[in-house]
């Protein structure tokens, strides 16, 4: 019984590259989640996906991030351009739809801009 | 808007001791309410959590009753071992997104 599902668990880029984040969820779970903890701080909201839908992306900053959770793959977040500033561990999260409070995380991808 | 706020770290204890790690919410509506446990270079896995006033949730020793009155939701064991060394976060649901606290280490040392 797979939990969520993150990949990779480590990204390095250099700055003005493309970052791209996957997130399978839980089978069966179809609402995404995606937070981003910056080092010693707390996680905080980007965006909830359901599929082929942005339902919240009131997180997410205006430029340069873009998520997707498409009717077949994985959830995408995706970061053009990367900043030093974007270094920080992204973490995936899914719901199903009966419990549709509690979030099951995955062990997220930190990513790290030179 | 919705916030939490839990009771900065590190927490230091000797392995048995008693461990309390405060946290009180601002919410509207009746959230439920969370603790998640962060060890180091992993996910958040989920500890524990209660939807309505007076709910204890619990799990693996540890308890935390969410109190309404006094818009808090405390975590609490009463033993703590060495394998309980990680990052504590009190989280709430708001229009089904989680909002965080800060998080609150604890060291327990042997």
């Known amino acids: 019984n797979a939990g969520v599902m993150q990949n990779p668990r480590h990204l390095v880029r250099r700055r003005g590259q493309e970052a791209r984040l996957r997130c399978s969820p839980v089978?069966?779970?179809?609402?995404v989640y995606w937070y981003r903890q910056l080092p010693e701080e707390g996680l905080k909201f980007m965006v909830y996906?359901?599929?082929?839908?942005?339902?919240?992306e009131s997180g997410m900053p205006k430029e340069r991030f873009s998520a997707e959770f498409p009717k077949e793959g994985p959830s995408i977040l995706r970061i053009q351009q990367v900043v030093r500033g974007d270094s920080a561990a992204y973490f995936c999260?899914?719901?199903?739809?009966?419990?549709?409070?509690?979030?099951?995380f995955g062990p997220g991808t930190r990513l790290t801009v030179l | 808007g919705n916030s939490v706020t839990q009771m900065e770290g590190p927490v230091t204890l000797s392995e048995e001791a008693f461990l309390t790690i405060n946290c009180t919410y601002t919410?509207?509506?009746?959230?439920?309410l969370f603790w998640y446990v962060q060890y180091p270079g992993e996910g958040l896995q989920l500890l524990l959590k209660?939807?309505?006033?007076?709910d204890k949730g619990s799990n693996k020793g540890f308890e935390a009753t969410y109190r309404k009155e006094t818009t808090s939701f405390h975590l609490e064991k009463g033993s703590v071992q060495v394998s309980d060394s990680a990052v504590y976060f009190c989280?709430?649901?708001?229009?089904?997104?989680?909002?965080f606290g800060t998080g609150t280490r604890l060291l327990v040392s042997p």
């Open positions: 999260a899914s719901t199903g739809t009966v419990d549709t409070d509690t979030q099951y």
């Open positions: 089978k069966g779970h179809s609402h």
């Open positions: 996906l359901q599929k082929e839908n942005i339902i919240d």
């Open positions: 919410a509207t509506g009746y959230p439920s």
């Open positions: 209660a939807t309505k006033a007076d």
């Open positions: 989280a709430l649901t708001g229009f089904q997104k989680l909002v």
